[in-house]
């Protein structure tokens, strides 16, 4: 089957002010199948959200391809934009930022209604939005009040009715929880997975957080200073991690039992040393200065994402084939 989306050796870069050239993302490809949560994880600043803007047209690529169910991205002002715009939505991890603030909530979810569903009519919008709030766990009647007046959590479910709205197939989530206090996160992954799984829909799960990334997504694909260094489905990336990088991320995790979270504080490899700037990014594979199973090829090559069984893929000189 072809795939929801398709993106081909995606590469973004931006000239900075100060003459340099800031690559955010180099050679980036992977799908997204119709109906799966594909969560995409990495530090800051390894060109996360970059890739979200690139799927939402925010930025446009140097060189390569996106393709939405086997189509490159419509360009211009055509009908085929507008189905694309209604297709996919986003929810960001302000989400204040997605709703106006001199706006009622109501009129905050019926905005992209109005906008995108000219074949909708004034009372079937009016209803929506009703049931849109019921839908995220809000009552009806806070259609009336203003964002400011609700807390992070009800405000990041607000984001999402407002997301849902126009009945995407896709939605972009870049860190929608990471803002939100720990209590509250848990109650909103868990209204994301049953949103999900009611409406069928495609869930593109950006997060630096990987125990919410295991909850969620069912295949997870890694970044590292721009490129895709690991995509495997999320029970084997969890299990076994191949790629050197991956497995640091996984060791970084914190454990929810404090007994083993000293243990595992005390067994962790000192002196990984921070994310390199990606504005002089290491030769080479870009991992190598803090990789503990680099070689000489490793500060020349780089590798190449390779795949090495079924449902994975790794860039890594070392990582060997699997039957
Ligand atoms: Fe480490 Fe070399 Fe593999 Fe890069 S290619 S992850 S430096 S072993
Ligand atoms: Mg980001």
Redesign the pocket.
């Known amino acids: 089957a072809t795939p929801l989306l398709s993106v081909q050796n995606l590469s973004v870069q931006f000239c900075l002010n100060s003459g340099q050239t800031l690559q955010a993302l180099s050679e980036v490809s992977f799908t997204v199948n119709s109906g799966e949560t594909l969560g995409i994880v990495g530090e800051s600043g390894c060109g996360k959200s970059t890739l979200a803007r690139s799927l939402l047209q925010l930025v446009s690529p140097a060189h390569g391809r996106i393709e939405w169910q086997g189509m490159p991205l419509p360009t211009g002002n055509t009908a085929a934009l507008r189905d694309y715009r209604r297709a996919v939505q986003c929810i960001f991890q302000d989400p204040l930022d997605a709703l106006d603030p001199r706006m009622t909530v109501g009129d905050c979810i019926q905005e992209p209604m109005s906008a995108l569903r000219a074949e909708w009519g004034k009372a079937e919008i009016r209803t929506r939005v009703d049931e849109l709030l019921r839908a995220v766990g809000l009552e009806s009647a806070m259609r009336e009040r203003y964002p400011h007046e609700f807390s992070g959590g009800q405000c990041q479910r607000i984001g999402i009715a407002r997301a849902l709205a126009v009945k995407p197939q896709l939605i972009v989530c870049d860190e929608p929880v990471s803002a939100l206090d720990v209590s509250i996160r848990g109650q909103v992954v868990r209204l994301l997975a049953d949103l999900q799984r009611e409406h069928g829909l495609t869930l593109l799960f950006i997060s630096h957080d990987l125990g919410v990334v295991r909850e969620l997504c069912n295949r997870v694909l890694v970044l590292y200073l721009g490129r895709v260094v690991e995509i495997a489905d999320t029970a084997s990336l969890y299990a076994t991690p191949q ?3 991956t497995r640091l991320l996984l060791q970084a995790m914190p454990l929810p039992d404090p007994q083993q979270e000293k243990a595992r504080l005390a067994q962790i490899e000192i002196g990984v040393g921070e994310l390199p700037s990606p504005l002089n990014p290491p030769a080479g ?1 870009a ?2 200065p803090r ?1 503990p ?3 000489a090829v ?1 500060r020349e090559q780089v ?1 190449a994402l390779r795949q090495v069984s079924d449902h994975r893929q790794v860039a ?3 990582t060997l084939a699997q039957a």
């Open positions: 790629h050197p990088y594979c991992f190598h990789c199973q680099a070689q490793c590798p890594c000189h070392f």
